[in-house]
C-alpha cells in the first residue's frame, strides 16, 4: 500500500505540472494571436509607413555573397547565390513586450500583410520569356516590438555584365550588382547602404564560397543618385562590385602549353631532308589542322563580339598565320629542290643570291666548295688534274703505244708542285683546269693527223697487208668516236648531275633560311604573349 502510494504522488506531481505548461503554451498563443490582430488592425500595406508623407522613409540594404556560380563570358552573364538584407522602421508595428507576455518579435510573410520596400534588381539577366523580372525567394520578415523590421530574402541573381575579354584567359571583370526602387523616388525612399562603422561599404563575405574558376578579389559597394530630364525628384541606387579574375590554369595547361608544342613542331619540319616531300607536307598540314582546332575551341569560349578580341585568339591566330607561312615556305623549298636542268634555267643572279651570298650568310658547307663573301670557289683541282691524265690514258692505250712510259711523259703535262701551290692560291683552279683542256685539245688534233697520215701512205702502198691495216684503222677510229661519244654523255650527265646538285643545295639554302625566320618570329610571338600584358598565371 506504501509503494502505490508513492508511486502515485510523483505521477501526481509530473501531470500537475504538464497541465500547467499547456496552459502557458495555448495562454501565450492566444497572446501572440491577439498581438498580430492588435498590428494588423487598421493596417495597409499599401501606405508608406511614415508619420510625415513628405519625408523619405530610410530603408538600408546589406548583400551577402554566397558564390559565384557561373560567369558566361559568351552570353555577357554572371550567376550570383546571395541575401539581401533589408532594414527600415514601421512605426504602425510598435507594441509593449510586457502587454504580451514579453514577446519581443514577429514574423510577416510580406506581400499581402505589411508593406515592403519594392527594390528589384536593374541590370536583371532574362532568358526566358516566362522567367520572373524578381527572383528572390519570399521569406517572412523579421518584426521587432520597437517597430524595426528586418526582412532577408535569398535568391540566385542572374545579371548582365560587360566583359572585356582582350586579356582573356588573363583577364578580370568587374561587374555589379544595381539595385533600386521601382516605383519610389528619393524624397519617399530613401536607398542607403548598411555600413559598419569605421569600414568601407562592401557586401559581405565571411560565408563566401570560392569557385573554381574565378577568384572574388573584393566586392565594394556604392551609393548613386540619377536625376532625369522628367523629374527633379533624385532616384537613388546602390551598386555592389564585384571583381573577378580568372584562374588561368586550366587554359595554361589544357589549350596554351599545346598550341605551343604543336606549333614549336613547326620547327621540326624544316629539320627534315628537302628530299622528305611528303613527309614535310603531311607534318606542317597537320601542324596547321591542330592549330586551327584550338582556334576553334577559344571560338566557342569567347563571346561573338566585334568590340574586342582577346589575346589568346591573336595569339592563335597569329600561329595560325606562322604555320601556315612556314608550310608556303616548304612548299618553295621543295619547289626548288626538284627544278630539273630542262625546264628552269639556272640564272646567274639566282646562282650569286641563292648560292654565294645565302649559303655564306647562313654559314652553311658545302663539300669542295668554299665561300667568301659574296662569292664561291670551287676547291677541286686536283680533280681536273686526275680526270685530264685518265683521258690521256686512255686515248694512249687506244693508240696502241708500246712504251708507256713514254705514253705517259708526252701527255702528262709536268706541274711542278710549287707552281700548283701558287695557281691555287691565285685562281683557286682555273688555271689547272685550262691547261689541262688546251693539252688534251692539242693532243687529239695531233693524233687525228697522224691517224690520217698513216691511212694515205697504207692507201699508197695498195697491198693485201696494208688494205687489212686500213681496215683495222677504220674500225679503230670508229671505236674512238663511239668511246668519245660515250665519254660526252657521261660528262653531259655528270653537268646534269652538278647542276642539279646546284638546285638541291639552294633548296637547302633556302630551307635554314626560312628555318631561322620562322624561329625568330615564333620566339617574338611568344615573348610579346607572355611579356606585355600583365599576367598572372597561378592565381
Not at 550567376?79 to 518579435?105: C, G, H, M, Q
Not at 532574362?126 to 525567394?137: A, G, K, L, P, V
Amino acid at each position: 500500500m506504501v509503494s502505490s502510494i508513492n508511486i502515485i504522488i510523483p505521477v501526481s506531481i509530473l501531470y500537475f505540472f504538464s497541465f500547467n505548461n499547456q496552459v502557458s503554451v495555448v495562454e501565450g498563443s492566444k497572446r501572440e494571436a491577439q498581438l498580430y490582430r492588435d498590428l494588423l488592425a487598421n493596417y495597409s500595406y499599401l501606405v508608406r509607413p511614415v508619420r510625415n508623407p513628405k519625408k523619405a522613409l530610410t530603408v538600408t540594404m546589406k548583400v551577402f555573397i554566397q558564390q559565384v556560380l557561373t560567369v558566361d563570358a559568351k552570353h555577357q552573364m554572371i550567376e550570383v547565390n546571395a541575401w539581401l538584407k533589408y532594414v527600415w522602421t514601421d512605426f504602425r508595428l510598435r507594441w509593449n513586450p510586457l502587454d504580451y507576455e514579453n514577446i519581443t518579435s514577429v514574423r510577416f510573410y510580406g506581400e499581402d500583410q505589411i508593406w515592403q520596400p519594392d527594390i528589384l534588381l536593374y541590370n536583371r539577366y532574362i532568358e526566358d520569356e516566362q522567367e520572373s523580372f524578381d527572383i528572390t525567394y519570399k521569406t517572412n520578415a523579421l518584426v521587432y516590438n520597437d517597430g524595426v523590421i528586418n526582412w532577408i530574402p535569398p535568391g540566385i541573381f542572374k545579371l548582365s555584365c560587360k566583359m572585356d575579354i582582350t586579356l582573356f584567359p588573363f583577364d578580370e571583370q568587374i561587374c555589379f550588382m544595381k539595385f533600386g526602387s521601382w516605383t519610389y523616388h528619393g524624397f519617399a525612399l530613401d536607398l542607403r547602404l548598411d555600413v559598419v562603422k569605421g569600414q568601407e561599404p562592401s557586401a559581405d563575405l565571411s560565408t563566401y564560397i570560392t569557385n573554381g574558376e574565378w577568384h572574388l578579389l573584393s566586392a565594394p559597394a556604392k551609393r548613386e543618385e540619377k536625376f532625369y530630364k522628367c523629374c527633379r525628384e533624385p532616384y537613388p541606387t546602390v551598386k555592389f562590385y564585384l571583381h573577378l579574375r580568372r584562374r588561368t590554369f586550366y587554359y595554361v595547361f589544357n589549350v596554351i602549353l599545346p598550341t605551343l608544342l604543336v606549333s614549336f613542331m613547326s620547327l621540326l619540319a624544316f629539320c627534315l631532308p628537302a628530299t622528305d616531300l611528303s613527309e614535310k607536307i603531311g607534318l606542317q598540314t597537320t601542324i596547321l589542322l591542330s592549330v586551327c582546332f584550338f582556334l576553334t575551341i577559344l571560338s566557342e569560349m569567347t563571346p561573338t563580339t566585334s568590340e574586342a578580341v582577346p589575346l589568346l585568339g591573336v595569339f592563335f591566330s597569329a600561329l595560325t598565320f606562322i604555320v601556315a607561312i612556314s608550310t608556303t615556305f616548304t612548299i618553295l623549298v621543295l619547289n626548288i629542290r626538284y627544278r630539273q636542268i630542262t625546264n628552269h634555267y639556272l640564272t646567274p643572279l639566282f646562282r650569286s643570291i641563292f648560292l654565294e651570298w645565302l649559303p655564306w650568310c647562313m654559314m652553311m658547307k658545302r663539300p669542295d666548295h668554299k665561300f667568301r663573301k659574296g662569292s664561291s670557289y670551287r676547291d677541286s683541282s686536283a680533280d681536273h688534274c686526275v680526270q685530264c691524265a685518265k683521258n690521256a690514258e686512255l686515248k694512249s692505250i687506244l693508240r696502241g703505244a708500246d712504251n708507256q712510259q713514254q705514253v705517259d711523259n708526252d701527255t702528262l703535262y709536268p706541274f711542278p708542285a710549287e707552281t700548283l701551290s701558287l695557281s691555287r692560291k691565285v685562281g683557286d683552279g682555273l688555271f689547272i683546269q685550262r691547261r689541262c683542256q688546251v693539252h688534251e685539245a692539242a693532243r687529239s688534233e695531233k693524233f687525228t693527223r697522224g691517224m690520217r697520215a698513216c691511212e694515205r701512205t697504207l692507201r699508197e702502198d695498195g697491198s693485201e697487208l696494208a688494205n687489212v691495216l686500213v681496215t683495222i684503222i677504220k674500225m679503230y677510229e670508229v671505236m674512238v668516236t663511239q668511246v668519245e661519244r660515250i665519254r660526252q654523255r657521261i660528262a653531259l650527265k655528270r653537268k646534269r648531275k652538278d647542276i642539279q646538285d646546284e638546285w638541291k643545295f639552294a633548296a637547302q639554302a633556302v630551307d635554314r633560311f626560312c628555318l631561322i625566320i620562322f624561329t625568330i618570329v615564333f620566339i617574338i610571338c611568344c615573348s610579346i604573349f607572355v611579356f606585355i600584358p600583365p599576367i598572372k598565371i597561378l592565381d
